[in-house]
């Protein structure tokens, strides 16, 4: 049986069945464990990592977001904006069951889902948009 959400990384599948194993699967499995510096330095790591070869800017602050280059943004505010600039940047492929809630209930508007899974890249703008409204109050103009 398939999990609530599927990564897809080149041609490597992997299933899990919340936010919190997925943050491990891309963190590394420790990540809970770290202090907040730790957690931190993590999220730089990996962000300049997936940015190498490529003309991805990494930000940390979400007043140096530019939103003309919100698909070549890695933003590192948090596990949640390091995973959904990974799906805005196309970095990684996610498939999510509608009937999960994981990232799809920051989606203002589910009435067309037809099928058993969405993939969230789709939605990866409006849903970063609307977690950093609610978790920092702070309004993305634009996307």
């Not at 070869?53 to 948090?78: A, C, F, M």
């Amino acid at each position: 049986m398939l999990k609530n959400l599927i990564v897809i990384e080149g041609d490597q599948k992997v299933q899990c069945d919340d936010e919190k194993e997925l943050t491990k699967i891309l963190l590394g499995k420790d990540f809970y464990e770290l202090s907040e510096t730790e957690k931190k330095k993590r999220l730089e790591l990996k962000a300049v990592a997936n940015s190498l070869g490529r003309d991805i800017e990494v930000i940390d602050d979400l007043n140096k977001l530019n939103i003309q280059r919100i698909n070549n943004t890695i933003i590192i505010i948090d596990e949640k904006t390091y995973i959904l600039s990974l799906l805005s940047t196309n970095k990684i492929m996610l498939l999510e069951s509608v009937n999960s809630n994981v990232f799809i209930k920051y989606i203002i508007n589910k009435i067309n889902f037809t099928k058993n899974y969405i993939i969230v890249n789709n939605f990866a703008k409006q849903i970063l948009k609307n977690y950093i409204a609610l978790k920092y109050n702070h309004e993305i103009q634009g996307i």
